[in-house]
C-alpha cells in the first residue's frame, strides 16, 4: 500500500490536471491538510517538499504552499504585444518560480558555492572530458 504523503501527492496532482488547482493558486494548509487525510503535519510538509522537488509546487515564509505558474496568460484577448522591444515582456516572467529554483540551487549547493575548486577543474567536468576524449581514441586521466 502506498504510503500517506504519496496519497497526498496524487490527490494534489489530480487535483491539478482536472484543473480544480490552477497555476499560482494556494494549496491548502498544512494543518487542513493533515485533517482531511488524518495524518500527521510533517506526512503532509513530506508531501509538499516532494511535490516542490518536482516543481508542481512552491513555499512562500510564512504565507503557505502555491501552484508553480507555467505561464501567466495575457489578460485580455487584445492586448498590445510590443514587438519593437528585444527583452521579454516583463508581465510573462516567471519571477517567483525563477526565485524559487535558485532557493533549491543555493540549498543543494550551499557547501560548495563560496569556496575555491580543485586548480585542476571541476572533477566531475574532467572525467566527463576523459570519457569524451577516448571516443576520439585520446586516452587519458581525470588527474
Known amino acids: 500500500m502506498n504510503s500517506k504523503y504519496i496519497i497526498i501527492m496524487e490527490d494534489i496532482k489530480l487535483r491539478l490536471e482536472d484543473g480544480s488547482l490552477i497555476a ?21 510538509i513530506k508531501a509538499y517538499a516532494e511535490l516542490e522537488k518536482e516543481h508542481l509546487i512552491y513555499s512562500v515564509p510564512k504565507s503557505g504552499y502555491y501552484v508553480v505558474n507555467e505561464y501567466q496568460k495575457a489578460k485580455e484577448e487584445n492586448e498590445v504585444i510590443d514587438f519593437l522591444s528585444a527583452g521579454p515582456d516583463k508581465n510573462v516572467m516567471p519571477y517567483v518560480e525563477f526565485q524559487h529554483c535558485m532557493n533549491q540551487a543555493i540549498d543543494q549547493y550551499k557547501e560548495e558555492l563560496f569556496t575555491y575548486s580543485d586548480q585542476q577543474g571541476l572533477y566531475s567536468l574532467r572525467v566527463q572530458l576523459v570519457k569524451y576524449l577516448e571516443n576520439l581514441q585520446v586516452f587519458t586521466k581525470p588527474e
Do not use: A, H, W
Open 24 to 44: 499560482g493558486s494556494k494549496l491548502p494548509s498544512v494543518r487542513q491538510l493533515s485533517e482531511y487525510f488524518s495524518c500527521s503535519k510533517n506526512t503532509v
